[in-house]
């Protein structure tokens, strides 16, 4: 995260997501929720409002482990070049029977959009300046 006042719109930013998220999830309570790129302060307020497991994903692996520590049930770690299917499987195994109910995307990059339609959710909460990735 960056420093001085453009940190602190980034931060802003992410808060904006998170509260957006959990408006929308109070839709769907008692669901498993994947958070890709470690949303960690998503992570918290999901399992905080009641979701019954949460799967992060992220490169880094200290931030699996933070992840791990703030609550999430499962945290992958796909191999960068990892095809967006195989990502689909590893979070469909991770979350039995199909994977999760619904995504909480905070970033919106292409591969993880990509897994989340390969995934057939039926509510993605996105929060990202793309609106083209964002549907409830």
């Keep these: 995260m960056r420093h001085g006042a ?12 998170v509260l957006s998220a959990l408006v929308g999830m109070h839709r ?56 967006p299917q195989e990502v689909a499987t590893w979070m469909r195994a991770a979350l039995p029977p199909n994977g999760p109910d619904i995504v909480i995307d905070c970033a919106g990059f292409e591969p993880t959009l990509q897994v989340q339609h390969l995934l057939f959710l039926p509510y993605v909460l996105c929060c990202t300046h793309r609106a083209d990735c964002c549907s409830l």
């Design 6 to 17: 453009a940190g602190a719109a980034q931060a802003t930013h992410m808060l904006q997501c």
């Design 28 to 83: 769907y309570p008692n669901k498993s929720c994947m958070v890709p790129t470690a949303g960690l302060m998503t992570l918290m307020a999901v399992k905080a409002f009641g979701a019954d497991a949460v799967a992060i994903t992220d490169i880094k692996r200290d931030n699996l482990d933070l992840a791990m520590k703030l609550g999430a049930d499962v945290a992958l770690n796909p191999d960068r070049d990892a095809a």
